[in-house]
Protein backbone atom coordinates (compact mmCIF):
# COMPACT_ATOMS: atom_id res chain seq x y z
CA UNK A 1 0.00 0.00 0.00
CA UNK A 2 2.79 2.39 0.89
CA UNK A 3 4.60 2.02 -2.39
CA UNK A 4 1.39 2.82 -4.16
CA UNK A 5 -0.71 5.40 -2.16
CA UNK A 6 2.32 7.37 -0.59
CA UNK A 7 5.68 6.56 -1.68
CA UNK A 8 5.07 8.45 -5.24
CA UNK A 9 3.25 11.64 -3.04
CA UNK A 10 6.24 11.58 -0.78
CA UNK A 11 8.20 11.44 -3.81
CA UNK A 12 6.97 14.24 -6.03
CA UNK A 13 4.89 16.32 -3.70
CA UNK A 14 2.13 16.02 -6.10
CA UNK A 15 -0.95 14.04 -4.83
CA UNK A 16 -4.23 13.72 -7.44
CA UNK A 17 -6.20 14.42 -4.69
CA UNK A 18 -7.01 16.47 -1.87
CA UNK A 19 -7.52 13.08 0.14
CA UNK A 20 -3.69 11.62 -1.32
CA UNK A 21 -2.38 14.40 -0.14
CA UNK A 22 -3.29 14.29 3.57
CA UNK A 23 -2.09 10.26 3.54
CA UNK A 24 0.71 11.23 2.56
CA UNK A 25 1.06 13.81 4.82
CA UNK A 26 -0.17 11.34 7.58
CA UNK A 27 2.69 8.90 6.66
CA UNK A 28 5.24 11.91 6.74
CA UNK A 29 4.78 13.17 9.89
CA UNK A 30 4.86 9.11 11.22
CA UNK A 31 8.12 9.34 9.41
CA UNK A 32 9.51 12.57 10.92
CA UNK A 33 9.53 14.24 7.24
CA UNK A 34 9.63 18.01 7.49
CA UNK A 35 10.85 18.52 4.28
CA UNK A 36 7.37 16.39 2.69
CA UNK A 37 5.15 18.56 5.52
CA UNK A 38 6.54 21.95 4.45
CA UNK A 39 6.48 21.64 0.44
CA UNK A 40 2.58 20.62 0.40
CA UNK A 41 1.56 23.43 2.73
CA UNK A 42 -0.09 26.63 1.32
CA UNK A 43 2.47 29.18 1.38
CA UNK A 44 0.37 31.72 3.38
CA UNK A 45 -0.30 29.70 6.25
CA UNK A 46 3.12 27.21 6.13
CA UNK A 47 5.37 27.53 9.14
CA UNK A 48 8.53 29.18 8.74
CA UNK A 49 10.13 25.60 10.38
CA UNK A 50 8.48 22.93 11.30
CA UNK A 51 9.69 20.15 13.57
CA UNK A 52 7.92 17.32 14.18
CA UNK A 53 7.50 15.63 17.37
CA UNK A 54 9.51 12.96 17.93
CA UNK A 55 7.79 11.83 20.83
CA UNK A 56 4.44 11.08 19.18
CA UNK A 57 4.09 7.45 17.51
CA UNK A 58 1.39 7.78 14.96
CA UNK A 59 -0.50 4.52 14.54
CA UNK A 60 -3.19 5.16 12.32
CA UNK A 61 -5.44 7.37 9.83
CA UNK A 62 -8.82 6.93 9.68
CA UNK A 63 -10.64 8.85 6.88
CA UNK A 64 -14.48 10.27 7.75
CA UNK A 65 -15.38 12.58 5.08
CA UNK A 66 -14.14 13.63 1.77
CA UNK A 67 -15.91 16.80 0.53
CA UNK A 68 -14.11 17.99 -2.83
CA UNK A 69 -10.78 17.45 -3.40
CA UNK A 70 -10.88 15.01 -6.49
CA UNK A 71 -8.21 15.87 -9.85
CA UNK A 72 -11.06 18.62 -11.24
CA UNK A 73 -11.51 20.53 -7.95
CA UNK A 74 -9.19 23.74 -6.44
CA UNK A 75 -10.51 22.99 -3.51
CA UNK A 76 -11.41 19.96 -0.58
CA UNK A 77 -12.10 19.08 2.97
CA UNK A 78 -10.84 15.55 4.13
CA UNK A 79 -11.92 15.19 7.74
CA UNK A 80 -9.89 12.54 9.96
CA UNK A 81 -9.47 10.64 13.15
CA UNK A 82 -5.23 10.06 13.32
CA UNK A 83 -4.14 7.78 16.28
CA UNK A 84 -1.34 8.14 17.92
CA UNK A 85 0.36 7.28 20.95
CA UNK A 86 3.22 9.05 23.46
CA UNK A 87 4.67 8.22 26.62
CA UNK A 88 2.58 5.04 26.50
CA UNK A 89 -0.73 6.80 26.32
CA UNK A 90 -3.02 6.05 23.20
CA UNK A 91 -4.51 9.59 22.16
CA UNK A 92 -6.70 10.66 19.11
CA UNK A 93 -6.76 13.92 16.87
CA UNK A 94 -10.48 14.50 15.16
CA UNK A 95 -9.50 17.40 12.52
CA UNK A 96 -11.14 18.79 9.63
CA UNK A 97 -8.54 19.51 7.17
CA UNK A 98 -8.51 22.29 4.31
CA UNK A 99 -6.62 21.89 0.96
CA UNK A 100 -6.25 24.31 -2.15
CA UNK A 101 -5.37 22.54 -5.84
CA UNK A 102 -2.65 24.94 -7.24
CA UNK A 103 -1.73 23.59 -10.55
CA UNK A 104 -1.20 20.21 -10.64
CA UNK A 105 -0.53 20.27 -6.69
CA UNK A 106 -2.57 20.08 -3.71
CA UNK A 107 -1.67 22.12 -0.70
CA UNK A 108 -2.58 21.71 3.35
CA UNK A 109 -3.92 25.09 4.48
CA UNK A 110 -5.17 24.72 7.78
CA UNK A 111 -7.36 22.60 9.84
CA UNK A 112 -10.25 22.48 12.78
CA UNK A 113 -9.79 20.19 15.59
CA UNK A 114 -13.35 18.93 16.08
CA UNK A 115 -14.29 18.31 19.71
CA UNK A 116 -12.55 15.54 21.31
Do not use: K
Not at 2 to 31: D, E, H, K, W
Not at 37 to 46: A, C, E, G, M, V
Not at 89 to 94: A, E, I, K, S, Y
Amino acid sequence: MFGSCCRPVLTTGIAPTAQRLMRSRFTAFALGDAAHLLRTWHPTTRPAVLDPDGGIEWRRLDVLDVRRGGPFDVEGIVEFVALYRQDGVRGTLHERSRFLREGRAWLYVDGVIVNQ
